[in-house]
């Protein structure tokens, strides 16, 4: 049916970003956690959302490839490649590259955050985060 068809096309995957210390042993709550995919026409934003007290993002349904564009010859890539990019102050933002999401699996990205050392390094955090989302609402 028409219906069962649109389901194909809009095939749905589920990330849960898991943000922790370096060591992964401690949750990091408040973390900054985008998510974009890269396609022909450049980085595409999908979601932008914080991690819980557990160190968890939300379950975030993400565009998936159906089935039938996976398994046609002539995709070369059966999936999105989404980059998750996590940033808290007083740690290194962090970026993962080339994520792959599937149509109904729920995926866990583990993201360790390393302390910044320099002072250098927390200015040009809150530099990129004023530039990105600061000015919105203003």
């Known amino acids: 049916s028409d219906v069962w068809m649109a389901d194909v096309t809009q095939a749905v995957g589920k990330l849960v970003v898991a943000v922790t210390t370096a060591q992964g042993t401690i949750p ?3 973390a900054l956690v985008t998510v974009s995919a890269q ?3 450049g980085p595409v934003l999908y979601r932008i959302v914080r991690t819980d007290t557990s160190g968890r993002t939300p379950v975030l349904e993400l565009p998936a490839p159906s089935l039938s564009d996976s398994l046609s010859p ?5 999936y999105l490649n989404y980059t998750v990019n996590v940033s808290l102050p007083g740690y290194q933002i962090a970026e993962v590259r080339d994520i792959s999401i599937f149509p109904g699996i729920k995926s866990t990205l583990p993201v360790p955050l390393t302390p910044s050392t320099a002072s250098g390094s927390q200015t040009q955090i809150t530099e990129l985060l004023d530039t990105q989302f600061g000015k919105r609402g203003r």
């Open 39 to 41: 396609t022909e026409d």
């Open 28 to 30: 990091l709550p408040g």
């Open 74 to 78: 002539d995709q070369p890539t059966p």
